[in-house]
């Protein structure tokens, strides 16, 4: 509780290593083992997809580096602090299912939710924040519908007012579990280029991805997962014929081409 | 039969307690709502029913506010097993609410009859909380309702951008490094106190009435939290009002299922007619795409 | 004729049988409270078929009221897919304001209808053998026996020629839609047979306590099975218990029956919910124990593997520095490796622990076909 009690905004050291280091990490889901003996780093500044077949644990890792998840053996260090320590540096898009676009609230209401973890308690969102998460919404393209309900909004439009409101979080790392997943070709142009301006921000991006054919062409690193960290690096280096047979099997035999 | 009742000041107080515990119950009952918690409520106002009568048992006194801690207590138990049965058991949340409540609720009847033995009983009226009898509170009963929804609305009001993201999107909240349990354990003691309140008017058996329907009415009329909250108090405060006034009227009713009836009747009316959102209107055009509603 | 404790405990007994039989399908269909919206509404359908028949005897009634829990259901389901509300504030709408309906012309006496509110929440059991079945001149019983028996013969016969089809349609609607069964007649069919059985046992527990009677012998069979056929034969059994045996717990405390009865169902559950042999907390926490052990074991070969051969093995499969690694206790990791010697997965070398051939290929075997690659550090 006490890292939220006293917003702070410093950011993480800089060039003090990795991200993200993890450890011997694994994670039980129930009695299964759904992350086993994961050793994994990510490098400042990057541009990573994960990716893995269903049930590889993608979802799973993500929360475990938010520190929702607790592991059963293995460490993390995020920004070379425990999870819970460095959450205020990090931003979460959670899958746009998890939520109910009934809610009575509108987009610019959801925006600001990311400006939440800066004011602390009791205090309520102010102008400079108003005039943030407008920021946010307008690096979206979705100014012109601050005013809607969110229920009334395309799946691609939500998934864009879920990255807004990560934008107006002002985070150093950013966490998107399926952000293309459902959105229109348009909509992933946007929220990639969104996603790039990050990168040359010098933020750190782990986008949860299910597209193979993009992602030489959206990211620069990639972590291929399945249960255990099969590879991860550059994609020029990991992406390979040979690493995503090991991750899928033989189905992935559309890229050895 | 006159309207001269309107004037009196037994009326008049009643009235108010009445109000008082409809908007608090509208207030809580939006949360619950938007939580899909609505029938938790129901599970936890007749969780509450053995609470009262083991207070009175315990203590021999039938002091409303010790009542209603025993009320609240033995809600916030039930609400309590309800969790952990649906997490370490294969049984899911229907059915354990409908266990927690039907058991609790069981329980509660058995103590009554143990508790109808005591010569001091008759006096004491536990079965008014099966029902709800609005008529018989004191000005002492409607000052405690004020200083407890004063709190409840004060609580709400400082916590209130970090319960609508809890409502919105708990996954967040936690990311967020909030902490999601001990929200949800605040809001929860709110709606249990809001639900000890409400038993005095409306009874275990109908609480989750005034929590659910005036919700689902205000949801009707506006697409922002912060004017449901206030329209689903208001609301919940008219069918205290109403139903207090309506069964003082007619006589011979307990107050409950009247106060049940006028939120329900709102409810209604609110579904079929509120603009965009109402019923009537899609029915006018069959075929029609037009969305005012979301599925799912 | 028998003595009137007998005939009392003949009713609930049946009537406990009766309600547990669509109780075990409520349960399977998650739709138990929906059950709960089914006895609060037919107070309402008494009520107002009273005022057509005028007769509380007459079967019209019992049908009529039994519609109106069938409707019910229907209206949940029809405000649930306007998606106006959602599924559990449809429930929470419906029936409070059906059910306060019930109350308010009761309590206004609309067509002197001879019941109290006590009777709405707790029925008339003790009533039971004064109501009698008279036959050209000849006493049958009592008339709630026949009823409640007639119910669990019904409920017996439907579940049994329709098992299957009850079965597929609980479990995989969309299977018995293709297999010719359609799943909405299955679904008013389990709803007709609840609310006729809710309509009659109403009588004898009360309106909320039917809720017990239908959920609790179920709920509590689950626990105890993992088959449809023995955890229908156990829900009716547990529905005898819970009758008789809250029975006697009134009787022997003087305590409202209907209320004794929630209360030994509740016991009931309760011991299952400890003590049930595989999904009992008590067995489930020994399983956890250990499988945490096993795990461990398991997860041990597997860190080996990960380090073997690369320059930080002496550091990671060292076992002096192996708990800081894997963050385990060092007593639990002394604990771990003694079973996994003893197993033959893993020998020690000095301070260093090597994997035999049979860990590795226990530690094929879990990590399956896929992802079975040691890991790539960047390059």
Redesign the interface.
Known sequence: MAPFLFARREPPAPGAGPVIEVTDLTVMYGDRPVLWDVDWEVPAGVLMAVVGPNGAGKTTLLRTILGLVRPVAGSIAVFGRPPAEARRWIAYVPQRTAVDWDFPATVLDVVLMGRYRHLGWVRRPGAQDRERALEALAQVGMVHLAHRQIGQLSVGQQQRVFVARALAQDAWLYLMDEPFAGVDATTEQALIEVLRGLKAAGRTVIVVHHDLQTVPLYFDWVTLLNVRCVAWGPVTAVFTADYLRQTYGERASILSG | MGFGFLMDPTFRLVATGSALIGAVGGVLGTFA??R????L??AMS?AALPGIVLAFLLTGSRDLPLLLVGASLSAWLGALLVVL?TH?????P??????V??????????????AQRRPTAAQAGLERF??GQAAVMLPQDVEGIARTAALIFLLIF?????F??L???P??A??????VM?LDILLTTLTVLAIALGLQAVGV??T??V???P??AA??W????E??VILAGGLGALSGVLGTLLSTW?G???T???I??CA?GI??FS?LFAPR?G?AWTVKSPGGKR?A???? | MLAPQVEIMLVAALAGAACALPGVFLFLRRMSLVGDAISHAILFGIVAAFLIVRDLRSPWLMIGAAGTGVLTAVAVDALRRTGRVKEDAALGLVFPALFSLGVVGIARGVGNIHLDLDAVLLGELAFAPFDRLIWGGWDLGPRGAWVMGGLLILNLILILTLYKEFMLSSFDPDLAAISGFPPAVLHNLLMGMTALTVVAAFDVVGVVLVVAMLVVPAATAALLTDRLAPMLGLSVLLGLLMALGGYGLAYALDLSIAGSMATVGGILFALAFLGAPAHGLIAQARQAARRRERLAQQMLVIHLLSHEGTEAEREENCIRTLPAHLRWDPAFAERVIDRAERAGWVVREGDLLRVTEAGRQAAQEILGANGGAPSHPPS
């Open positions: 709502l938007l899909r918690q609505s029938l409520g129901d007749h049965i370490r058991s294969r049984i899911r229907d059915a354990a609410l409908g266990l409540l039907s058991v609790f609720f069981g329980i509660g009847m058995a103590l009554l009859t143990v099966l029902f400082l916590f209130w951008k970090e609508k993201v409502a919105f999107d996954a967040f936690a990311a967020m490094g909030l902490p001990a058996v109908l989750s009435a929590l659910v329907a919700a689902a949801r009707q506006t697409n922002r939290l004017r449901m007619i011979r009713l307990p409950g299922p009247v049940a009836l329900s409810a209604l579904l959102r019923l969305r509603g979301p599925s799912g």
